[in-house]
C-alpha cells in the first residue's frame, strides 16, 4: 500500500479502524508458548480527537511492584476469574485509567510477547471514544498520548541492539510528550506501527536525550528499591 494511502486511512476514523480491524483478523498471529510465563494483557487504546489518531498510554507511579515509572499501555496479570486475555485488559484498563468495557471496540489482538520480568504478554487493540472522562488509579502518575501519525515516520523511532533469551533483538526507543516509551511497550509499538503501515518503519540510533531519560528512570528505581 502507498505511503500516501496511509495517509488518509489514519487520518478517517473509520477507515483506520477498518484498516485495523481487517489487518488484526486477516493475519496469522504469533503465538507463543506460555509455559511457566506469567499470562498477563494489555490494550492498546486509539482514539480520534480533532482528526488526528491518538493512542493512550499511562506514566506509572514509583510506588508500584514493577516498572516505577515508566510508560507503558494498561494491563496486568491474568486472574483465574477472566474468561479471556481480552477480559483481561479490558478489566485492566477500567481498574487502571477508568475506562468502562462496554466503551471500547475491540478491533483485535497483535503478537504475544515476552517481558524481561518473565511476563506472556497479549496486547489488545481497542478504538475508545474521545474526549473520555477517564479516572487513572494509584498505579499511574498520570496519562499521556501518542500521535498515531508521528509514529509513523521514518524520523521518530530509536533502536539498539541486546541479546534476549539467546536471540538478538532491538530495545525501541520513542520520544513523546512526557518522556520515553522503550522497552516491551515500545517494541508491542513498533509492531502495530509496522502492521498499519503495511513495512518495517525506519528507525535510528538511540539519541544522548533518550539514553539519559532511561538511565535517569534506572537509577530512581534502584533508589526506591533499595528504600533510598
Known amino acids: 500500500m502507498r505511503r ?3 495517509e488518509d486511512i489514519v487520518r478517517d476514523e473509520n477507515a483506520l479502524k477498518s484498516h485495523i480491524e481487517s489487518l488484526l483478523c486477516n493475519r496469522q498471529r504469533r503465538l507463543i508458548p506460555k509455559d511457566d510465563l506469567r499470562e498477563s ?3 492498546i487504546p486509539v482514539c480520534f480527537e480533532d482528526g488526528h489518531p491518538w493512542v493512550i498510554v499511562t506514566k506509572r507511579s514509583m510506588t ?3 516498572h516505577r515509572g515508566e510508560i507503558s499501555f494498561p494491563g496486568g496479570r491474568a486472574e483465574p476469574g477472566d474468561k ?4 483481561t485488559a479490558l478489566r485492566e484498563a477500567e481498574e487502571e485509567i477508568g475506562l468502562k468495557k462496554d466503551d471500547v471496540e475491540v478491533l483485535g489482538l497483535l503478537d504475544d510477547h515476552i517481558s524481561i520480568l518473565g511476563y506472556h504478554i497479549t496486547p489488545v487493540v481497542g478504538a475508545i471514544p474521545s474526549p473520555y472522562r477517564f479516572t487513572i488509579n494509584s498505579e499511574s502518575e498520570v496519562l499521556l498520548r501518542v500521535s498515531l501519525i508521528s509514529a509513523l515516520k521514518d524520523t521518530v523511532w530509536m533502536a539498539e541492539k541486546t541479546t534476549f533469551m539467546g536471540r538478538d533483538i532491538n530495545i525501541y526507543y520513542l520520544e513523546i510528550d512526557g518522556g520515553i516509551l522503550w522497552g516491551a511497550s515500545a517494541r508491542m509499538f513498533k509492531h502495530f506501527v509496522d502492521l498499519i503501515a503495511g513495512r ?14 532511561v538511565r535517569e528512570l534506572l537509577g530512581r528505581q534502584a533508589g526506591h528499591a533499595s528504600g533510598r
Not at 518495517?200 to 539519559?212: D, E, H, I, L, R
Open 84 to 87: 479471556d486475555l481480552v477480559f
Open 4 to 6: 500516501e494511502n496511509i
Open 200 to 213: 518495517t518503519v525506519c528507525y535510528g540510533p538511540v539519541s544522548p536525550k533518550a539514553k539519559a531519560w
Open 41 to 43: 494483557a494489555v490494550l
Open 64 to 66: 508500584v511492584e514493577h
